[in-house]
């Protein structure tokens, strides 16, 4: 705000003083003293001016009395009249109506003219008044922060209301404080209306210490301008503008007070002028001298225009009566700060910066300060020369979209919703004039107990109470228009009357449904009396008759209009109940504002509303509805309040489609999920049954549903159903359900130890909730609420825990779910803890519940562990029992899915021979049609493990007949179970051996793992370890018989046809490898009695056929000849 070497701006009149009194002596002005200082006042006219501008005043003396408590001697009539008119006249009018004034009354005129309450001084210095909230404060510095550094300005000048640090202690106000305690503030110097002084800002770490020059003219109690040498550039005053005007404030009498310097150059004499003159050039001569010189021109040219104009501008003299009486703001900053939040992205996330500068608006409003709506005009203007709009425009963007982004709340469904141009069209035509609304807002004593018109727009209730008939969210509209100009008394009264209309057609809905009840339930009706529900709703009327009434129960009597010492009150609430109203002020015995507000504020979240089109919209409603619950938490429930809560809860309950937790609701109807959970919260300890019951019906969620109830379009308010299982596009559904599933699992840890409650809790669930996850995380929450470490588990709550278990089980087996090993192992341990029943129950019916690979590898393995028999503490008899389960559950499902139930079944059964014969022909069944070589490689591990050798060379040879190795993959992972296959037939015989070299011949090709073979089958004698252990004392097997023979043609074979294959595509860089390979293929060759003949041919082929390869043929014969 402040600008480095800016120079205030010039004086906006000219004063000129015609004329000297008769007993003067020239150059002394009339009725003043000799010097600066003043002397005895000239007799006639100007004695008598001063008598009457005092007694002129004297009828608002009254007005300023001092503040309850503060105790001083009585003011005089002076000071009373001063006073007055330093707040309201321009000091021009006062100099027009008073031909000559006394240098006293100048003084004192001057002297108040100065801002005497520090609230302006910190409103205009900070985004953030003493919030409760230290988050918004810190994000007020951000904000500006940010602002600053993208301007390009000084953001982090010292003592700007920039800082970086997200600290109030940060912001300007606080930082004016304490420089001003810090003793930083000197040479302090008033000049008629202008103030100036120097700020000393201390040295930092990185920053040496410097001292700002500030200046701050004044007008009518508000400052007009200020600049400071601090550089800073921001919309609000900086911190030692605002160390100066707390100083002026708090210790006016230490400040050298002057009057506007013209008073002063008027009583000097020429020669004193001249040597003033001299002496100010001299002092200044490097900055004025060439203004001095241009001025002195221009008055020595008879003709310039300076001449023209009688008198000379002062900056020290105040205001002219044209003069427009505000606050300085910086308009230019204002308007570049909120350019450079549109720019920094998407709206979004300029949203809160934007509110601070709309809670600013608010808070000028509030003190019904001319700038809160100047303010408000440049922020808008900056929204529409946005480019983007026009971008937008051009590119065929639908607006409403976009202008939701920008504004409160924008609606682009087909239904008939009013969007914030309507609202903004409407608001235009709205108007104050009606005597009903008049009366109602400037009265207390304003009834009529001879009104009996009953009817649903009445004037008056039965009390004779003034009601308020207008569509509730204009309605409130006023209220907060009211509060927002600084009508805080108007404001009260027009809420009471509108939650007394409420409060009254709730009844009268209540008895309208009683009425027709039987027909409405029939019919299904879901009737929507207002689409626009209160709750969410862009003008927040619920949100502004809860405040209005509880700031009416913080604040005294004497502070209620905000004239209270703001320092005093900074930070703190005066929390003062009006139990006891007396009659006028329209509440029923025993009331307060307190209860109205929390009535009003549960009116409105129980209201059946429907939940509105897009993402924004719908996490306003959701926002908004826990903001409000928020606020409900902060407040003590007594006994009266408790009433409240069961008059609204059995209302709710009762008043059908009027209420959101209605019999019947519309199938689009916003849930009551964290309302009820809040209601359940707070009744539980009073009324346990009521509380269960708002829950209970509470947890519905229709939207899910593939049915709804079916609308009756005979009346205009009643809206049809959406087409059965029509899915519509609610974008906070997810938080939706998070809501719901809390509300149940509040219940099920209030329900611990009561079966009924219990039981009826889980039927809900089961009946209401809808995604798998919810319930997987109620069955958890139940689990360790039934079985907390301080007390013996509750069996009840374990079952409840158990059945959501199961339900989650049948929801997600036929569905993917990251989460399902985890459910089923949850699931075990659960059932673990119920006991040996359930176990046992979730093993029969295992195929409703689980794959076969989980029954087996998860559940049937972990009931069978130790753990589990030593923590049921199990005799022999249950664990046969449910060691026949897992058996009979293992072979289900190695039946229904061989390939991976197969080894698990076989683990399973191991110990009971029928079962594990049973088992193994199941496996053979699958092994020619069903299962892979991987598969059954591993089931023949097993058996050999096991002690099975025959039974695992049958399954490897199943195996063999399904495998399939090529040329180039001597790194195949089979070729280790290849080998192993081989090797177990080798050990058992060369019968064995014979039968699966025929095998290994027809399935594998790479020579590299043929020769492998090969070589091992050579080293020893087939059957050295028998079935038994015993070791054979047999020969080595010839290679030029079978099946040696065979396996040896084999590999002799792969080579020739694995070096061609080789040689079609190799390049310079393989040829080392190469001959390397062929060195290998020779050993094979060589095994054969006459492999040198056949390997010298293969050489000389490859020499004929690839002779074009020259250096390799030529590597081939340095090698092979």
């Known amino acids: 705000m402040a600008e480095r070497g800016q120079l205030p701006p010039p004086a906006k009149r000219l004063c000129c003083r015609p004329g000297y009194g008769p007993g003067c002596r020239p150059g002394q002005r009339a009725g003043g003293g000799g010097g600066p200082g003043g002397g005895a006042l000239c007799a006639g006219p100007s004695s008598a001016a001063a008598a009457a501008f005092s007694s002129s005043s004297s009828a608002a003396a009254a007005l300023g009395l001092l503040p309850l408590g503060k105790t001083q001697s009585p003011e005089s009539l002076l000071d009373i009249a001063a006073r007055r008119v330093a707040e309201k006249w321009p000091f021009q009018r006062v100099e027009e109506r008073f031909e000559r004034i006394p240098e006293p009354v100048q003084r004192r005129i001057v002297y108040w003219s ?70 930083c503030v000197d040479n302090v110097l008033q000049v008629g209306f202008h103030l100036s002084g120097t700020v000393t800002e201390p040295a930092m770490q990185s920053e040496p210490e410097t001292v700002c020059n500030v200046a701050i003219s004044f007008d009518r109690c508000k400052i007009t301008s200020v600049t400071c040498s601090c550089g800073n550039k921001d919309i609000f005053y900086c911190a030692h503008v605002v160390a100066l005007s707390l ?74 009566i044209d003069d427009e009486n505000c606050w300085h703001l910086d308009e230019e900053q204002v308007q570049e700060q909120v350019k450079i939040f549109l720019s920094q992205g998407g709206y979004h996330g300029s949203g809160k910066q934007l509110n601070l500068l709309f809670a600013k608006v608010r808070e000028m409003l509030k003190m019904r300060d001319s700038n809160g709506a100047r303010m408000l005009t440049l922020i808008t203007e900056q929204f529409m020369a946005d480019p983007r709009l026009a971008l937008w425009r051009q590119q065929g963007t639908a607006m409403t979209d976009k202008y939701r982004q920008l504004w409160d709340e924008l609606d682009s469904s087909n239904r008939p919703h009013r969007t914030v141009f309507t609202r903004a069209i409407e608001a235009c035509d709205l108007h104050w004039q009606d005597s009903h609304l008049q009366h109602i807002i400037s009265s207390d004593l304003y009834t009529n107990y001879c009104y009996h018109d009953d009817t649903e727009n009445s004037l008056f209730d039965s009390h004779g109470w003034p009601l308020w008939h207008e569509h509730v969210p204009t309605a409130c509209a006023r209220v907060d228009a009211l509060r927002s100009h600084g009508y805080p008394r108007e404001a009260l009264r027009l809420a009471i009357a509108i939650v007394n209309t409420l409060r009254r057609q709730q009844q009268k809905q209540l008895e309208m449904f009683r009425a027709q009840k039987k027909e409405l339930l029939h019919k299904g009706v879901t009737s929507i009396t207002n689409l626009e529900g209160w709750v969410g709703h862009p003008l927040d009327p619920i949100g502004t008759l ?72 719908q996490e306003k409603v959701c926002r908004n509805e826990e903001q409000l619950i928020s606020k409900l938490q902060e407040i003590e429930l007594d006994d009266t309040l408790v009433k409240i809560f069961r008059k609204q809860a059995v209302f709710l309950l009762e008043a059908g489609p009027y209420s959101g937790l209605g019999e019947v609701i519309h199938r689009e109807s916003v849930p009551m999920h964290t309302f009820a959970k809040y209601l359940f919260t707070s009744l539980l300890p009073h009324d346990a049954e009521l509380a269960y019951k708002t829950a209970l019906r509470a947890m519905r969620l229709l939207v899910l549903e593939s049915t709804a109830p079916s609308g009756d379009m005979s009346r205009p308010h009643h809206i049809a159903s959406v087409v059965p299982n029509r899915y519509p596009r609610w974008f906070t559904l997810s938080h939706i359900e998070s809501q719901q599933c809390e509300l149940a699992s509040t219940m099920l840890t209030a329900a611990k130890g009561d079966v009924r409650r219990l039981e009826t809790v889980l039927e809900s669930i089961q009946k209401n909730i809808h995604s798998s996850s919810h319930i997987f995380k109620l069955a958890q929450d139940a689990f360790k609420i039934a079985t907390l470490m301080d007390s013996l588990p509750d069996i009840t709550l374990l079952k409840v825990s158990l059945e959501l278990g199961l339900q989650v089980m049948r929801m997600t087996l036929s569905t993917l779910n990251w989460r399902r090993r985890e459910m089923v192992r949850w699931l075990v341990t659960c059932a673990t803890e119920v006991g040996v029943y359930a176990l046992d129950s979730i093993m029969q019916n295992w195929f409703t519940l689980f794959t076969p690979t989980e029954a087996t590898s998860i559940v049937a393995t972990t009931v069978m562990s130790n753990s589990t028999i030593v923590r049921l503490h199990l005799d022999c008899h249950q664990q046969e029992k449910l060691a026949g389960s897992a058996r009979t559950l293992a072979l289900q499902c190695a039946m229904k899915d061989p390939q991976n139930c197969a080894l698990s079944a076989l683990t399973l059964c191991e110990k009971d021979h029928i079962a594990f014969e049973t088992a193994y022909q199941i496996v053979l069944d699958a092994a ?192 092979f000849g």
């Open 247 to 320: 100083y002026r404030i708090r210790k006016p009498d230490q400040v050298k007070l002057h009057l506007p310097i013209s008073e002063t150059l008027f009583q000097m004499n020429r020669d004193q002028l001249q040597k003033f003159v001299q002496y100010l050039i001299t002092v200044h001569h490097t900055e004025v001298l060439p203004t001095a010189q241009k001025l002195a021109d221009e008055i020595l040219s008879q003709n310039s225009e300076i001449n023209q104009v009688h008198g000379a501008p002062d900056p020290t003299a105040g205001a002219s």
């Open 114 to 183: 100065f801002p005497r309450s520090e609230r302006e001084i910190c409103m205009y210095s900070s985004f953030n008044t003493g919030a409760d909230d230290p988050a918004a404060a810190a994000a007020a510095v951000s904000v500006s922060s940010s602002a600053v550094s993208a301007a390009g300005g000084a953001g982090t000048a010292p003592g700007g209301a920039a800082e970086a640090a997200a600290d109030e202690s940060r912001l300007p106000f606080r930082r004016g404080i304490a420089l001003l305690d810090g003793g």
């Open 546 to 617: 809860f405040s209005s009434l509880m700031e009416a129960c913080r604040v005294d009597d004497e502070s209620f209009h905000g004239f209270s010492d703001f320092m005093e009150n900074m930070g703190q609430c005066k929390s003062l109940e009006y139990q006891h109203l007396p009659a006028h002020k329209f509440l029923e015995e025993g009331e307060s504002y307190l209860t109205l507000a929390v009535e009003v504020a549960l009116i409105g979240l129980g209201q059946q509303r429907i939940m509105p089109d897009g993402l924004y919209a």
């Open 928 to 1119: 020619t049609t069903g299962m892979s070589y991987s598969q059954l490689f591993t089931i023949a591990r097993y058996m050999e493990h096991r002690g099975y050798p025959m039974r695992a060379y049958k399954l490897a040879t199943l195996a063999m007949t399904h495998l399939n190795l090529s040329y180039n993959q001597d790194t195949h992972p089979a070729i280790n179970d290849v080998l192993w296959a081989c090797a177990l037939s080798h050990s058992l015989g060369k019968n064995e051996l014979a039968a699966i070299i025929p095998l290994v011949v027809k399935s594998v090709k790479c020579a590299t793992v043929l020769s492998d073979i090969l070589r091992r089958c050579t080293l020893t004698t087939p059957g050295m370890v028998g079935l038994h252990g015993r070791r054979n004392s047999g020969k080595l097997m010839s290679l030029d018989k079978a099946p040696l023979r065979q396996l040896l043609d084999a590999t002799i074979g792969a080579y020739i046809n694995t070096t061609h294959s080789r040689l079609t595509h190799i390049s310079p860089r393989h040829y080392s490898e190469f001959i390397e390979f062929l060195s290998k293929a020779r050993e094979t060759f060589l095994m054969a009695h006459d492999g040198h003949i056949q390997f010298t041919q293969f050489i000389d082929n490859l020499k004929q056929i690839y002779k074009g390869k020259k250096k390799l043929m030529m590597l081939v014969r340095e090698r």
